[in-house]
């Protein structure tokens, strides 16, 4: 059984008051998410992330299409009771504290007062909300409300959590807490779907990803597949390199282009042949220092722009 | 229901702390002043007047709570996001729908209960310190509990009101909402006439628009019976039966009507 399974789900919104038309939304996704594995749901801003999402909380019913969660419709109370979900720039009740909202969706699952106090703390802490759960939520910051947000979505040990944008708001620190908590939530057997546009956060964590661009699907597979890792070129730094040597090395064709950098670096970027060693050797031998030799790599940035670049259409429906 | 309750105990929690419940200090020192200014001034009179002002005062600031509260149950946790998280848990809309219709309930219950027993401590005053041969001019006694069914009258026009101001904000703006609410509670209280206006006008499509009107909108007016109970006069307790009844029929099919509404919307 998938943990998601979408069969050409579709979403048109009407747009415009006197000439009104269809603006579609979500256009015929059709995708599968296993059990267990970490999916990166990526996309450009209005890719349609947000949307499918909110088709799959049943916050907004599909214009066709189907989707089903844990081998049930969307909406089932059944499958609700096993599913954690993380909106967009989360926002909750003004006047209650961190611990009370906790409780109160605790208290939706059907847990009992210790059990409700028990797990609310417990996840406070491990998102790191500390003294501060008995503020009231307004005064939060952003961040904070994000920490809470992620809580909220887990008060049930979720078997399948749907995170949309959970690094939206974060500090770099507290992106890394949130990158060891989805791979925590992933060694517990949970299966986690998390949207972002953020590339980086989907190369270290998912083992799949889906790219939707314009509404429309424009990739789905392993990340392995996707992107091959293969060297493509090499990036070397140096400093205190003559003119006269750079110009030398792009004569004889090992020098693809040469950025300035601060201080008196270069950045040079090398072809695959000849091999780097050689060009380095070179300008070591005419008084240059090394700073750096990297590979450049394919990588999931490259194929998300080739993808996302390529996706041609309007978005506004021929039919109503 | 285990569900309702817990949002209804949300919506209550949330009043308490957004101070609405300080009405009832407005309640309290405005009765009190207006007992003891109407004290100074006349004689005999002053109970009747402080019934009259005193149910009135429940009424109003009941509907005031009803009405502002009630337009922004839905509108809040949509305009919000805080719905976002909500529905997604283990419940259904309707469940949503009626924990927030229910905690509205709660609080506005809780509310004119505090004012009954301040109005009541209040008239018991007056008549403590009331000589005996002014006591015996009046119609009824100051505490006389028969003034309990204008208030149970009251409570369930209110919860008609907060039906229909839920009702309201399952689709509209709270302005909107506000609003419609406010055509439909005065629009009610004077149903009679609408009932009776084809006899007053020649156009036959006007009346029978009234007379569409009149069956579509509830009869607030059968709802008052604070100037019978003021002036001791029967309020027998079959009407306040059937009354009741009207009443809880209405809330029941306008929360039908709201949950059918709710159920279907899009949550962009």
Redesign the interface.
């Known amino acids: 059984m998938d943990a998601i399974r979408t069969e050409a789900l579709t979403k048109h919104?009407t747009v415009g008051f006197w000439r009104p038309r269809p603006y579609v939304a979500l256009d015929g996704l059709t995708l599968q998410v296993e059990q267990g594995e970490v999916f990166g749901f990526l996309g450009p801003n209005g890719a349609g992330k947000t949307t499918t999402l909110?088709l799959l909380?049943?916050?907004?019913?599909p214009t066709s299409g189907h989707a089903e969660i844990l081998g049930k419709p969307v909406g089932d109370?059944?499958v609700?009771?096993r599913?954690g979900?993380?909106?967009e720039?989360?926002?909750?009740?003004d006047?209650?504290t961190a611990g009370e909202l906790l409780e109160?969706?605790a208290?939706?699952?059907?847990y009992g007062a210790a059990e409700r106090r028990r797990r609310a703390a417990a996840l406070l802490d491990e998102v790191g909300i500390g003294a501060e759960r008995r503020l009231p939520l307004r005064k939060f910051s952003k961040g904070m409300l994000q920490r809470v947000?992620i809580a909220?979505a887990l008060i049930n040990e979720p078997e399948l959590v749907f995170l949309d944008e959970p690094m939206s708001g974060l500090d770099p620190l507290g992106r890394r807490e949130i990158r060891q908590l989805i791979l925590r939530l992933r060694d517990r057997g949970s299966t986690v779907f998390f949207s972002s546009h953020v590339l980086a956060d989907a190369e270290t964590l998912c083992s799949r990803v889906a790219i939707l661009a314009k509404g429309r699907l424009a990739a789905a597979g392993r990340l392995s597949d996707i992107v091959a890792f293969k060297v493509r070129g090499w990036e070397l730094v140096v400093s205190s390199v003559t003119e006269a040597a750079l110009a030398d090395t792009r004569e004889r064709g090992h020098l693809m282009s040469v950025t300035r950098l601060a201080e008196g670096r270069y950045a040079l970027e090398l072809p695959v042949t000849p091999p780097p060693e050689e060009t380095t050797a070179a300008l070591i031998a005419r008084g240059a220092t090394l700073v750096s030799l990297t590979p450049v790599r394919d990588t999931l940035e490259d194929f998300f722009v080739r993808k996302v670049s390529g996706a041609a259409g309007s978005r506004f429906s021929e039919t109503a | 229901m285990r569900v309702i309750g817990h949002v209804a105990v949300n919506v209550f929690k949330e009043s308490v702390r957004d101070k609405i419940l300080y009405n009832l200090v407005v309640f309290a020192v405005l009765l009190m002043s207006v007992s003891y200014l109407i004290g100074e001034l006349t004689a005999g009179q002053d109970v009747k007047i402080i019934k009259d002002l005193g149910l009135a005062s429940i009424s109003m600031f009941g509907l005031l709570i009803a009405i502002f509260i009630g337009i922004g149950l839905v509108w809040k946790e949509v305009e919000k996001r805080s719905i976002y998280t909500l529905l997604p848990k283990p419940m259904r809309r309707q469940e949503f729908l009626l924990g927030k219709y229910f905690g509205l309930v709660l609080t506005l219950v809780i509310n004119v209960a505090v004012m009954t027993v301040a109005f009541y401590g209040v008239l018991a005053y007056m008549q403590a310190a009331t000589p005996q041969n002014i006591r015996a001019s009046w119609p009824a006694p100051a505490t006389d509990p028969a003034m309990l069914k204008a208030i149970v009258l009251i409570i369930l026009e209110l919860l008609l009101v907060t039906a229909i101001a839920l009702f309201f904000s399952t689709f509209s703006s709270p302005f909107l909402s506000a609003m419609m609410t406010m055509a439909v509670w005065v629009i009610g209280h004077f149903n009679e006439d609408l009932r009776n206006y084809g006899a007053t006008i020649s156009s036959p499509v006007a009346a029978a628009l009234a007379r569409g009107v009149y069956y579509v909108v509830p009869n607030f007016a059968a709802f008052d019976v604070k100037l019978q109970v003021v002036h001791a006069q029967s309020v027998p307790l079959r009407y306040l039966a059937l009354t009741s009844l009207y009443g809880v029929t209405y809330v029941a099919l306008v929360l039908v009507g709201a949950v059918i509404i709710f159920s279907k919307r899009d949550f962009k």
């Open positions: 919104y909110k909380m049943q916050l907004i019913y109370v059944s609700k009771r599913i979900y993380l909106p720039q989360p926002y909750f009740y006047y209650l109160y969706f208290a939706i699952f059907g947000g909220q």
